[in-house]
Antibody, heavy 118, light 112 residues
């Protein structure tokens, strides 16, 4: 059974850098896309970025200037960094697996709340 | 960006009855490869979303056949027949035809 386990700092001050990591267990890392998606309180899900095991990346233009997605194939992990956070970045952040077989996100991490507050 | 609009935003349903949720996209979701990448997700309170339906009408592994998807182009529907208590939560449509991927605002299914 594929499981995605994510972790990272949950409380940040404005202008700090958000850093999250997601580890993949129970399934291969290669052959899939790995994504970060967030849900601000009371708002719809927002797709942030994804990375293919080949290293190719795609970013949401609305966040691209502040976001970096990366991976560590040796650890079956991928990470998200979001610079210069503001209160608008407060959200529940999810990692997810993208599969070409279903062409959407078929497994999701448990989610982690990140709060930005001074 | 493609805007996904769901209706209704809230759907009170009697146990055993059918629920229907609509999703409309601001532009056609037909990809240049001919496929339509519209999926449906279900999120129970305190849990991450889970995939129900992909490419309009294909049930993901383990999803009961009470869940069915239909539609084409810009208009899509999720039907849940014989609603059970475990079906409560928020349902989202999502498009993966174009970047950035976008989601509907969610439809909350609750039991009357």
């Amino acid at each position: 059974q594929v499981q995605l386990q994510q972790w990272g700092a949950g409380l940040l001050k404005p202008s700090e850098t958000l850093s999250l990591t997601c580890a993949v267990y129970g399934g291969p890392f290669r052959g899939y896309y790995w994504a970060w998606i967030r849900q601000p309180p009371g708002k719809r899900l927002e797709w942030i970025a994804e990375i293919h095991h080949s290293g190719s990346t795609t970013y949401n233009p609305s966040l691209k200037s502040r976001v970096t997605i990366s991976m560590d194939l040796s650890k079956n992990q991928f990470s998200l960094k979001l610079n210069s956070v503001t209160a608008a970045d407060t959200a529940l952040y999810y990692c997810a697996r993208g599969s070409t077989a279903v062409t959407t996100y078929d497994y999701w991490g448990q989610g982690g709340l990140v709060t930005v507050s001074s | 960006d493609i805007v996904m609009t769901q209706t209704p935003l809230s759907s009170p349903v009697t146990l055993g009855q059918e629920a229907s949720i609509s999703c409309r996209s601001s532009q056609s979701l037909v990809h240049i490869d001919g496929h339509t990448y519209l999926s449906w997700l279900h999120q129970r309170p305190g849990q991450p979303p889970r995939l129900l339906i992909y490419k309009i009408s294909n049930r993901f592994s383990g999803v009961p056949d009470r869940f069915s998807g239909s539609g084409a182009g810009t208009d899509f529907t999720l039907k849940i027949s014989r609603v059970e208590a475990d079906d409560v939560g928020v349902y989202y449509c999502m498009q993966a035809t174009q970047f950035p991927r976008t989601f509907g605002q969610g439809t909350k299914l609750e039991i009357k």
